[in-house]
């Protein structure tokens, strides 16, 4: 069967950014060794558009084109740049896979170059490039045959539903989803009382946003700027081994934490990071103490002499202390960010919100949801009320008005999640209400398990806390689903009140609430 490329659906406006973005897909997909790691490159990609990381070092690279012909000569030239800029910047590259939609010509005709000869010439003259280097590489091809093999795949199904059917599930069509089920909810959610808590914190670990990675960043970026202040000339002259076993683990930690994001959707060891970061805190000390004795050293060594005068002050190295000292804190910072439940949902993308009703957990739901799609993240919001018994996921796909098996809605959701950078999320409100009583404590755990299979995608459910055990399943807590309680505005009464008045224009009060 053949592919019309006319209906592959754009992406950011292009249908070559959409190509690419499908091939970088299915090549997220390919069966590489343990441990290795997908990257996905932004443009300028120095000639690969995404590439496998091997534990080993070496890379296998992909770069995708969107020539529905033959190339021609300026085609091949743009081919051949790409090769070169790989070759000088991915020196590890073993294999790299060229990906057109359109298969290769080979007729075979006597004095004839169809596509398959100009093909072989160009890989020779590509390998004496990669040989002058000393580089061993494969150079593979993914034509019309070898995409729509992988999309005929079992696990791209719903791969194949997003790309080739442009109006379902656009950006356009998640902003209509989310305004349909907020207008649902009514006066429950007014937008202009709005007042941002912590525990909206939770949704961008729980979707992998670039705010969460942003976090990770700055923390870093604590650890390496108060590190390299303490690491000064004077403090290496008395505690050379301290620091630069500091530094060792100090380098780890930052090394593990700023590949996070490059990783995109693997799991991230946070675990490690925490034993990581306690090492780091203990070694710090070591450095205080050991620039604290000599500091005392040296202060009683100038006391010992009292009949040498000296107008110099002993150095106690109060600078280099000070930094480790924040260096310390940066790492706490770092330890409980790793602890946290925010960082448990990046690994474990179920998120399950109780709390007493009123407390603002639709308002909360409604919030994220349009927050995310303005940020162009995929997200659907569902509301308990509109489900009846029936099994869940056909009602999803009934209420969101498609017309798709439940891997195809599900696969497609994962495309675009990718395509995005970010997970895509399901937030369903109120599993006690409607039929919630009868079909959540039966359906819930197994909906966890097929979403298992999906790692772009999260869920967030909430339900009132004097439901909790009716709705939730008994051993669901804390392995499958990361359980948090909304407290309403506690801790912000006073910021609350303010947004409260200030909506209906009333003057706030002179003395506390």
């Excluded at 799609?373 to 569902?382: A, D, K, N």
């Excluded at 994962?414 to 995005?420: M, N």
Aim: aromatic share 10%.
């Amino acid at each position: 069967m053949s592919i019309n490329w006319q209906n592959l659906r754009p992406w950011n406006g292009s249908q070559n950014t959409g190509f690419e973005e499908l091939c970088c897909q299915l090549a997220a997909y390919e069966e590489a060794p343990q441990s290795s790691i997908f990257i996905r490159k932004a443009a300028p990609d120095a000639g690969v558009e995404c590439l496998w990381k091997l534990p080993n070092g070496d890379e296998w690279g992909w770069q995708a084109k969107f020539f529905l012909s033959p190339p021609n000569n300026h085609q091949w030239s743009q081919l051949d740049e790409s090769v070169k800029k790989a070759l000088e910047k991915h020196p590890r590259l073993t294999s790299y896979t060229v990906c057109l939609p359109i298969d290769r010509q080979d007729p075979r005709v006597e004095k004839q170059k169809w596509f398959m000869d100009k093909w072989n010439e160009h890989v020779q003259k590509w390998q004496g490039w990669a040989r002058q280097k000393g580089i061993s590489i494969e150079f593979n091809y993914w034509g019309e045959h070898e995409i729509w093999e992988r999309l005929s795949r079992e696990e791209h199904r719903g791969r194949r539903f997003f790309w080739f059917n442009k109006e379902l599930l656009s950006q356009q069509w998640f902003k209509n989803r989310i305004e349909e089920a907020v207008a649902n909810v009514g006066p429950r959610y007014t937008p202009e009382l709005n007042v941002e808590l912590p525990i909206a914190r939770l949704f961008d670990g729980l979707g992998r946003t670039p705010d969460f990675y942003t976090q990770v960043k700055e923390l870093c970026g604590k650890i390496r700027a108060t590190s390299n202040k303490a690491r000064s000339r004077k403090a290496l002259e008395v505690a050379k081994d301290e620091f630069e076993s500091l530094q060792e683990v100090i380098s780890k930690v930052l090394s593990i934490a700023n590949s996070i994001e490059d990783a995109e959707i693997a799991p991230i060891d946070w675990d490690y990071i925490d034993k990581l970061a306690q090492k780091s805190m203990d070694l710090s000390r070591n450095c205080i103490q050991k620039l604290e004795n000599a500091a005392r050293e040296k202060k009683e060594r100038i006391a010992s002499r009292k009949k040498q005068k000296s107008y110099n002050q002993p150095e106690d190295y109060g600078y280099e202390r000070y930094h480790l000292n924040e260096l310390i804190i940066a790492l706490i910072e770092l330890k409980d960010f790793a602890l946290s439940s925010e960082a448990h949902l990046s690994n474990v993308p179920a998120l399950l919100i109780v709390g007493k009703a009123g407390k603002g957990k639709t308002h909360l739901f409604c919030d994220v949801a349009k927050q995310r799609i303005s940020s162009g993240f995929p997200t659907v919001l569902l509301l308990g009320e509109q489900f009846n018994k029936d099994e869940p996921w056909s009602q999803i796909i009934k209420l969101l008005g498609l017309s798709c098996t439940r891997d195809e809605f599900l696969g497609a959701l994962e495309a675009v999640a990718q395509a995005r950078g970010a997970r895509a999320l399901i937030l369903i409100d109120a599993l006690n209400e409607g039929e919630g009583k009868n079909i959540w404590h039966k359906h819930l755990a197994g909906m966890l398990t097929t979403l298992s299979h999906y790692p772009w995608i999260g869920i967030a459910v909430s339900v009132r806390t004097s439901y909790e055990n009716t709705v939730i399943l008994e051993g669901l807590v804390p392995d499958r689903l990361i359980r948090k309680v909304h407290l309403g505005f506690v801790g912000h009464e006073y910021k609350a009140a303010k947004t409260f008045f200030n909506y209906y224009g009333i003057v706030l009060p002179s003395i506390p609430l």
